[in-house]
Nanobody
Framework: VQLQASGGGSVQAGDSLTLSCTTS????????MGWFRQAPGNDREFVGY????????NYADSVKGRFTISRDTTKNMVFLQMPRLKPEDTAVYYC?????????????????WGQGTQVTVSS
């Protein structure tokens, strides 16, 4: 199983980025997909998840109403749209896959992880 996140970069506050996560080696439609982030010195933090069908999503309070997760089952990909970025959004962002739909905000519960992609937002 492989997950690969991409799309990070260095931007100014107020700019937008869309992260992508490609997956292979798993039956994508059977997995919940989560996004997490980790800033230097901090624990890995839940950003949001999307259920198997894309019908249900949940977000951390820090990004709710601003970030949007979506998935494309035909391409086995999940996306994280991040408009109106803030300096506090600076972190390495990770995508992850989970088969069982419980405890979806807990990073230790996820089955597979991609390598991270760096997002840096300057003021």
């Amino acid at each position: 199983v492989q997950l690969q996140a991409s799309g990070g970069g260095s931007v100014q506050a107020g700019d937008s980025l869309t992260l992508s996560c490609t997956t292979s080696g798993l039956v994508f439609r059977n997995y919940y997909m989560g996004w997490f982030r980790q800033a230097p010195g901090n624990d890995r933090e839940f950003v949001g998840y999307i259920d198997r069908t894309g019908a249900r999503k949940n977000y951390a309070d820090s990004v709710k109403g601003r970030f949007t997760i979506s998935r494309d089952t035909t391409k086995n990909m999940v996306f994280l749209q991040m408009p109106r970025l803030k300096p506090e959004d600076t972190a390495v962002y990770y995508c992850a896959a989970k088969y069982v739909g419980r405890r979806l905000s807990e990073p230790t519960e996820y089955d597979y992880w991609g390598q991270g992609t760096q997002v840096t937002v300057s003021s």
